[in-house]
């Protein structure tokens, strides 16, 4: 049944608290239902995409996030006078705000959304944990947070290594590994500073850190008459600085029995604290594929297009049907994981100078297309790539029905795509889906920092070689020689003239 907190309401107008590639995301799938958008933009954005697209679009305020996206109070009165019934935030910025969420149920709006109390609960990490062990979810060994005493003296029973972690917030900060105890009380403060500067909240606690792990996350979906699934699992490891650049659906190293299993216990947390919408449960998994809670994002994730791909749900319009009232359409056992789907991050940084930001003024993008190519962004020739937001410039997707055929297109699709005017991170990825390591399966949450360089090459004969060894652990009959190795083409994609200099020789 509908809770008070999160009454359903048949929407016609609804405002966008978002911008970029996710705005214009929603304001796709909202076309598609014949639902009016309302566009909110700040100076930087003025000309944006989404801007250009919405039903209406006001201006919200100066280009700093804290001045303009992050004003709940110039949101709420923007849709009063929008007349908006309704607010999708995407992610970011105040999607996992339940402040913001309760804002929306006080001035009659309806939050596309969970309730502002499973926001509550699930975005402290700490509280959340505490909601896992009730509900019989496995969680990493740990400490509730206390004082830097209580802490000291709770490692003795944790054990080295662990992670010091920030209850509030995420994205790295706030994080500290530790390997030895002398190196404890300097992790803790350092943790407690960056905490409070990012979240307004110094409160931490204590993890067991699990070496050589990899990041599973489980894509659910529930509405508000008690109906929950799960769409499988996403591949998320591949991370730098504690931020996904790439991500897989399904995972290399997930069976059936597994995804079956923590798919139920994603299902149970949700459950727990009667979640609504979509929902991320993320584990942790170890070399043994034992698996452990890690924390729920309560919204759409960056990399829900993969789930998309290989499930045929569309998670953004369920988003919407559920916030009207909708009971789910899909029973658990209609879902079915067909084919593979691979996501690149494009961002605008230099992957050949520690990844330092590039801004500027994009001169060329000429976007990839063709079989299983899906490109989600929202910038165009003549947009300006600000210091103002996220770095990101779109979402590259590709999807085959194995995952040798995903790699291959999505090889193809970064040597096709063109972005001249800044400087992109495509040279990074290009590398990436040359690695052997990636190729057949092998990393986990520190391969990109400690193990990826764009310096190293792999030969060819030893690609195609690590390429067969995919395609042969799945069964999939694909032969290396079909896949030709890239050899010395030239990464370096902000140059796209390079090639035609080489056929002038």
Known sequence: MATDSLLPKRFNKL?????????????????????????????????ALHVRYATEAYHIGPSPARDSYLRMDKIIEIAKLSGAEAIHPGYGFLSERAEFAQMCVDNGIVFVGPPPEAIRIMGDKQTARDTAVAAGVPIVPGASAGTDEELIEAAK???????????????????????????????????????????????????????????????????????????????????????????????????????QRMGEIAVAAAKA???????????????????YFLEMNTRVQVEHPITELVTGVDIVQEQLRIARGRRLRFKQEDIKMKGWAIECRINAEDPYNNYLPSTGMITVSRLPTGPGVRVDTGVFPGYEITPYYDSMISKLICYGETRGEAILRMRRALEEYRIMGVKTNIPFHQ???????FL??????????ERFKMSDREAPLVMEAAILATLMAHQQGQHASQIVAPGDRDTSNWKWYSRWERLRK
């Not at 590398?431 to 390591?437: F, G, L, N, Q, V």
């Open 440 to 449: 057949t399966g092998q990393f986990d949450t520190h391969f990109v920092e």
């Open 15 to 47: 405002l966008i608290a978002n911008r970029g590639e996710i705005a214009m995301r929603i304001l796709r799938a909202c076309h598609e239902l014949g639902i009016s958008t309302v566009a909110v933009f700040s100076d930087a954005d003025r000309h």
């Open 273 to 291: 604290v009667d979640y609504v919408s979509a929902g991320t449960i993320e584990f942790l998994l170890d070399r043994d594929k034992n698996f």
């Open 431 to 437: 590398h990436m889906m040359d690695s052997h390591r």
């Open 157 to 259: 029973n944790v054990g080295f290594p662990l992670l010091v972690k920030a209850s509030a917030g995420g994205g790295g900060k706030g994080m500290r590994p530790v390997h030895k105890s002398v190196d404890l009380p300097d992790a803790l403060a350092a943790a407690r500073r960056e905490a409070k500067a990012a979240f307004g909240d110094d409160t931490v606690y204590l993890e067991r850190l699990i070496e050589n792990g990899r990041h599973i996350e489980i894509q659910v979906l529930a509405d508000m008459h008690g109906n929950v699934i799960h769409l499988g699992e996403r591949e998320c490891s591949l991370q730098r600085r504690h931020q996904k650049v790439i991500e897989e659906s399904p995972s290399f190293v997930v069976d059936e029995e597994l995804r």
